[in-house]
């Protein structure tokens, strides 16, 4: 090791212990807000990666109460300089210029923004932002003055996880242990039921990716699992069956289950991409596959059923499901995962009565899955069709289905 990095280490070491030792203090919080301060204002590379560590260390030490004073203080304490503000604004109106207007720019950002900037310098500092934007997001409900500091969040995040610093990896067998365990902690469409379930997940017919940044190498972001396999399926027990001897030639990739692992990164949309992704780097490895669709649950089915209708019978459940995947709210769908793929530039393909005789299943939609497929040559114009004339791309069979209970309970559905 160099004689300077052996001295900067030193360096960081001993502020550390330094910054550490400011924690003596009865007031957790406005210690944590002092070293925040103190953060903001040092210059020094060495010195502010210790204060770093500190104040991470320090919000991770906090009670559940004393980290909502803290977001209010980030509210109180670090929001615009007004006084730099109005200066700004008066010389930019005085004198317009690039400079000026960068000036601006710079003026009127919250310091909390620098402040996480600084965060994340520290080792472990993106996980603790991650975490912090986590429980911010159950406080906003109860005050929504807290949603001035989501948007700084939204607003970093989507620079520092967009697509360019996105890792794709597929995730197999051989993949480390710890990795391995988080897939079965994070599935949440169809759960993992041990270590025999997931090896046939990660088995030679099945793939599984996730996209992991390099600040998180061991924590994905989001995976999807697929199944390889010939027509489309129309039920989720064959996926997750035992593994089929001598089965035909897959001809379609089944994105089956896709599975956002931080609560933190709500919003933050790269699942767009990750289907994108995975499907372009299946059809070069597998020139045989020709369709890519998804066999996807429709949450809200039967709680917007059992609020429109006193009952409704078996037979009908199908069109009606069709009916309910194209019906908005403003201009939002309402089924959050038909307005994900949807908005993603896919068609719905098919409903499929009896898919998943789960009990989740059950209750969100008797039981009801449906396809949503995504063709290369079609998704960009599905998506602008959708997102500027506000048209859904429905199969003709989809279409058909819709007609069908449009015309028996359109009333019972608009006039509430």
Same mark, same amino acid.
């Given at each position: 090791?160099?004689? @300077?990095?052996?001295?900067?280490?030193?360096? =960081?070491?001993?502020?550390? @212990?330094?910054?550490?030792?400011?924690?003596?203090?009865?007031?957790?919080?406005?210690?944590?807000?002092?070293?925040?301060? !103190?953060?903001?204002?040092?210059?020094?590379?060495?010195?502010?990666?210790?204060?770093?560590?500190?104040?991470?260390?320090?919000?991770?030490?906090?009670? $559940?109460?004393? *980290?909502? !004073?803290?977001?209010?203080?980030?509210?109180?304490?670090? +929001?615009?300089?007004?006084?730099?503000?109005?200066?700004?604004?008066?010389?930019?109106?005085?004198?317009?210029?690039?400079?000026?207007?960068?000036?601006?720019?710079?003026?009127?950002? $919250?310091? *909390?923004?620098?402040?996480?900037?600084?965060?994340?310098?520290?080792?472990? +500092?993106?996980?603790?932002?991650?975490?912090?934007?986590?429980?911010? @997001?159950?406080?906003?409900?109860?005050?929504?003055?807290?949603?001035?500091? !989501?948007?700084?969040?939204?607003?970093?995040?989507?620079?520092?996880?967009?697509?360019?610093?996105?890792?794709? *990896?597929?995730?197999?067998?051989?993949?480390?242990?710890?990795?391995?365990?988080?897939?079965?902690?994070?599935?949440? %469409?169809?759960?993992?039921?041990?270590?025999?379930?997931?090896?046939?997940?990660?088995?030679?017919?099945?793939?599984?990716? +996730?996209?992991?940044?390099?600040?998180?190498?061991?924590?994905?972001?989001?995976? =999807?699992?697929? /199944?390889?396999?010939? +027509?489309? /399926?129309?039920?989720?027990?064959?996926?997750?069956? $035992?593994?089929?001897?001598?089965?035909?030639?897959?001809?379609?990739?089944?994105?089956?289950?896709?599975?956002?692992?931080?609560?933190?990164?709500?919003?933050?949309?790269?699942?767009?991409? &990750?289907?994108?992704?995975?499907?372009?780097?299946?059809?070069?490895?597998?020139?045989?596959?020709?369709?890519?669709?998804?066999?996807?649950?429709?949450?809200?089915?039967?709680?917007?059923?059992?609020?429109?209708?006193?009952?409704? %019978?078996?037979?009908?459940?199908?069109?009606?499901?069709?009916?309910?995947?194209?019906?908005?709210?403003?201009?939002?769908?309402?089924?959050?995962?038909?307005?994900?793929?949807?908005?993603?530039?896919? *068609?719905?393909?098919?409903?499929?009565?009896?898919?998943?005789?789960?009990?989740?299943?059950?209750?969100?939609?008797?039981?009801?899955?449906?396809?949503?497929?995504?063709?290369?040559?079609?998704?960009?114009?599905?998506?602008?069709? &959708?997102?500027?004339?506000?048209?859904?791309?429905? #199969?003709? #069979?989809?279409?058909?289905?819709?007609?069908?209970?449009? /015309?028996?309970?359109? !009333?019972?559905?608009?006039?509430?």
């Amino acid at each position: 090791m160099n004689t @300077r990095l052996a001295n900067w280490l030193q360096q =960081v070491t001993q502020s550390a @212990r330094a910054m550490l030792d400011m924690s003596s203090t009865e007031d957790p919080v406005s210690d944590l807000v002092g070293r925040a301060k !103190e953060l903001l204002s040092r210059k020094g590379e060495a010195t502010g990666l210790a204060l770093a560590n500190s104040v991470v260390s320090g919000w991770y030490g906090l009670s $559940p109460e004393q *980290r909502a !004073e803290w977001f209010q203080q980030l509210l109180g304490e670090f +929001g615009v300089d007004e006084e730099e503000l109005k200066s700004a604004i008066d010389s930019y109106q005085s004198q317009p210029s690039s400079v000026a207007l960068a000036h601006l720019h710079k003026a009127s950002e $919250p310091r *909390r923004q620098e402040l996480f900037r600084r965060f994340n310098a520290a080792p472990g +500092g993106l996980e603790c932002l991650i975490q912090m934007r986590a429980e911010l @997001r159950l406080l906003q409900r109860e005050d929504p003055q807290l949603k001035a500091i !989501e948007h700084d969040f939204l607003h970093l995040f989507s620079s520092w996880f967009n697509k360019g610093f996105l890792i794709l *990896r597929q995730i197999d067998w051989n993949t480390p242990a710890h990795i391995l365990e988080k897939l079965i902690q994070y599935e949440s %469409v169809h759960e993992i039921q041990g270590w025999n379930d997931l090896r046939r997940r990660l088995a030679d017919d099945r793939r599984c990716f +996730g996209y992991f940044h390099p600040m998180m190498p061991d924590e994905p972001l989001i995976f =999807v699992e697929v /199944a390889l396999v010939n +027509g489309m /399926a129309d039920a989720i027990a064959p996926l997750l069956a $035992p593994l089929v001897e001598d089965a035909p030639e897959p001809d379609t990739a089944v994105f089956y289950s896709i599975n956002n692992c931080q609560p933190g990164l709500s919003g933050v949309s790269f699942g767009n991409l &990750l289907i994108k992704q995975v499907a372009s780097r299946l059809q070069s490895e597998m020139p045989n596959l020709k369709r890519f669709v998804t066999l996807s649950p429709v949450p809200g089915f039967r709680k917007w059923v059992e609020r429109h209708f006193e009952s409704v %019978v078996e037979e009908d459940l199908t069109s009606l499901c069709a009916l309910y995947l194209t019906q908005k709210r403003g201009s939002r769908l309402l089924d959050p995962v038909a307005r994900f793929h949807l908005g993603n530039g896919a *068609r719905l393909e098919r409903v499929n009565l009896a898919a998943d005789a789960s009990e989740i299943r059950q209750k969100q939609s008797y039981g009801i899955m449906v396809n949503y497929l995504y063709e290369p040559d079609l998704i960009v114009d599905n998506h602008e069709k &959708l997102m500027e004339e506000g048209v859904i791309a429905l #199969s003709k #069979s989809v279409q058909q289905l819709v007609k069908t209970a449009d /015309a028996k309970y359109s !009333e019972q559905i608009y006039d509430r």
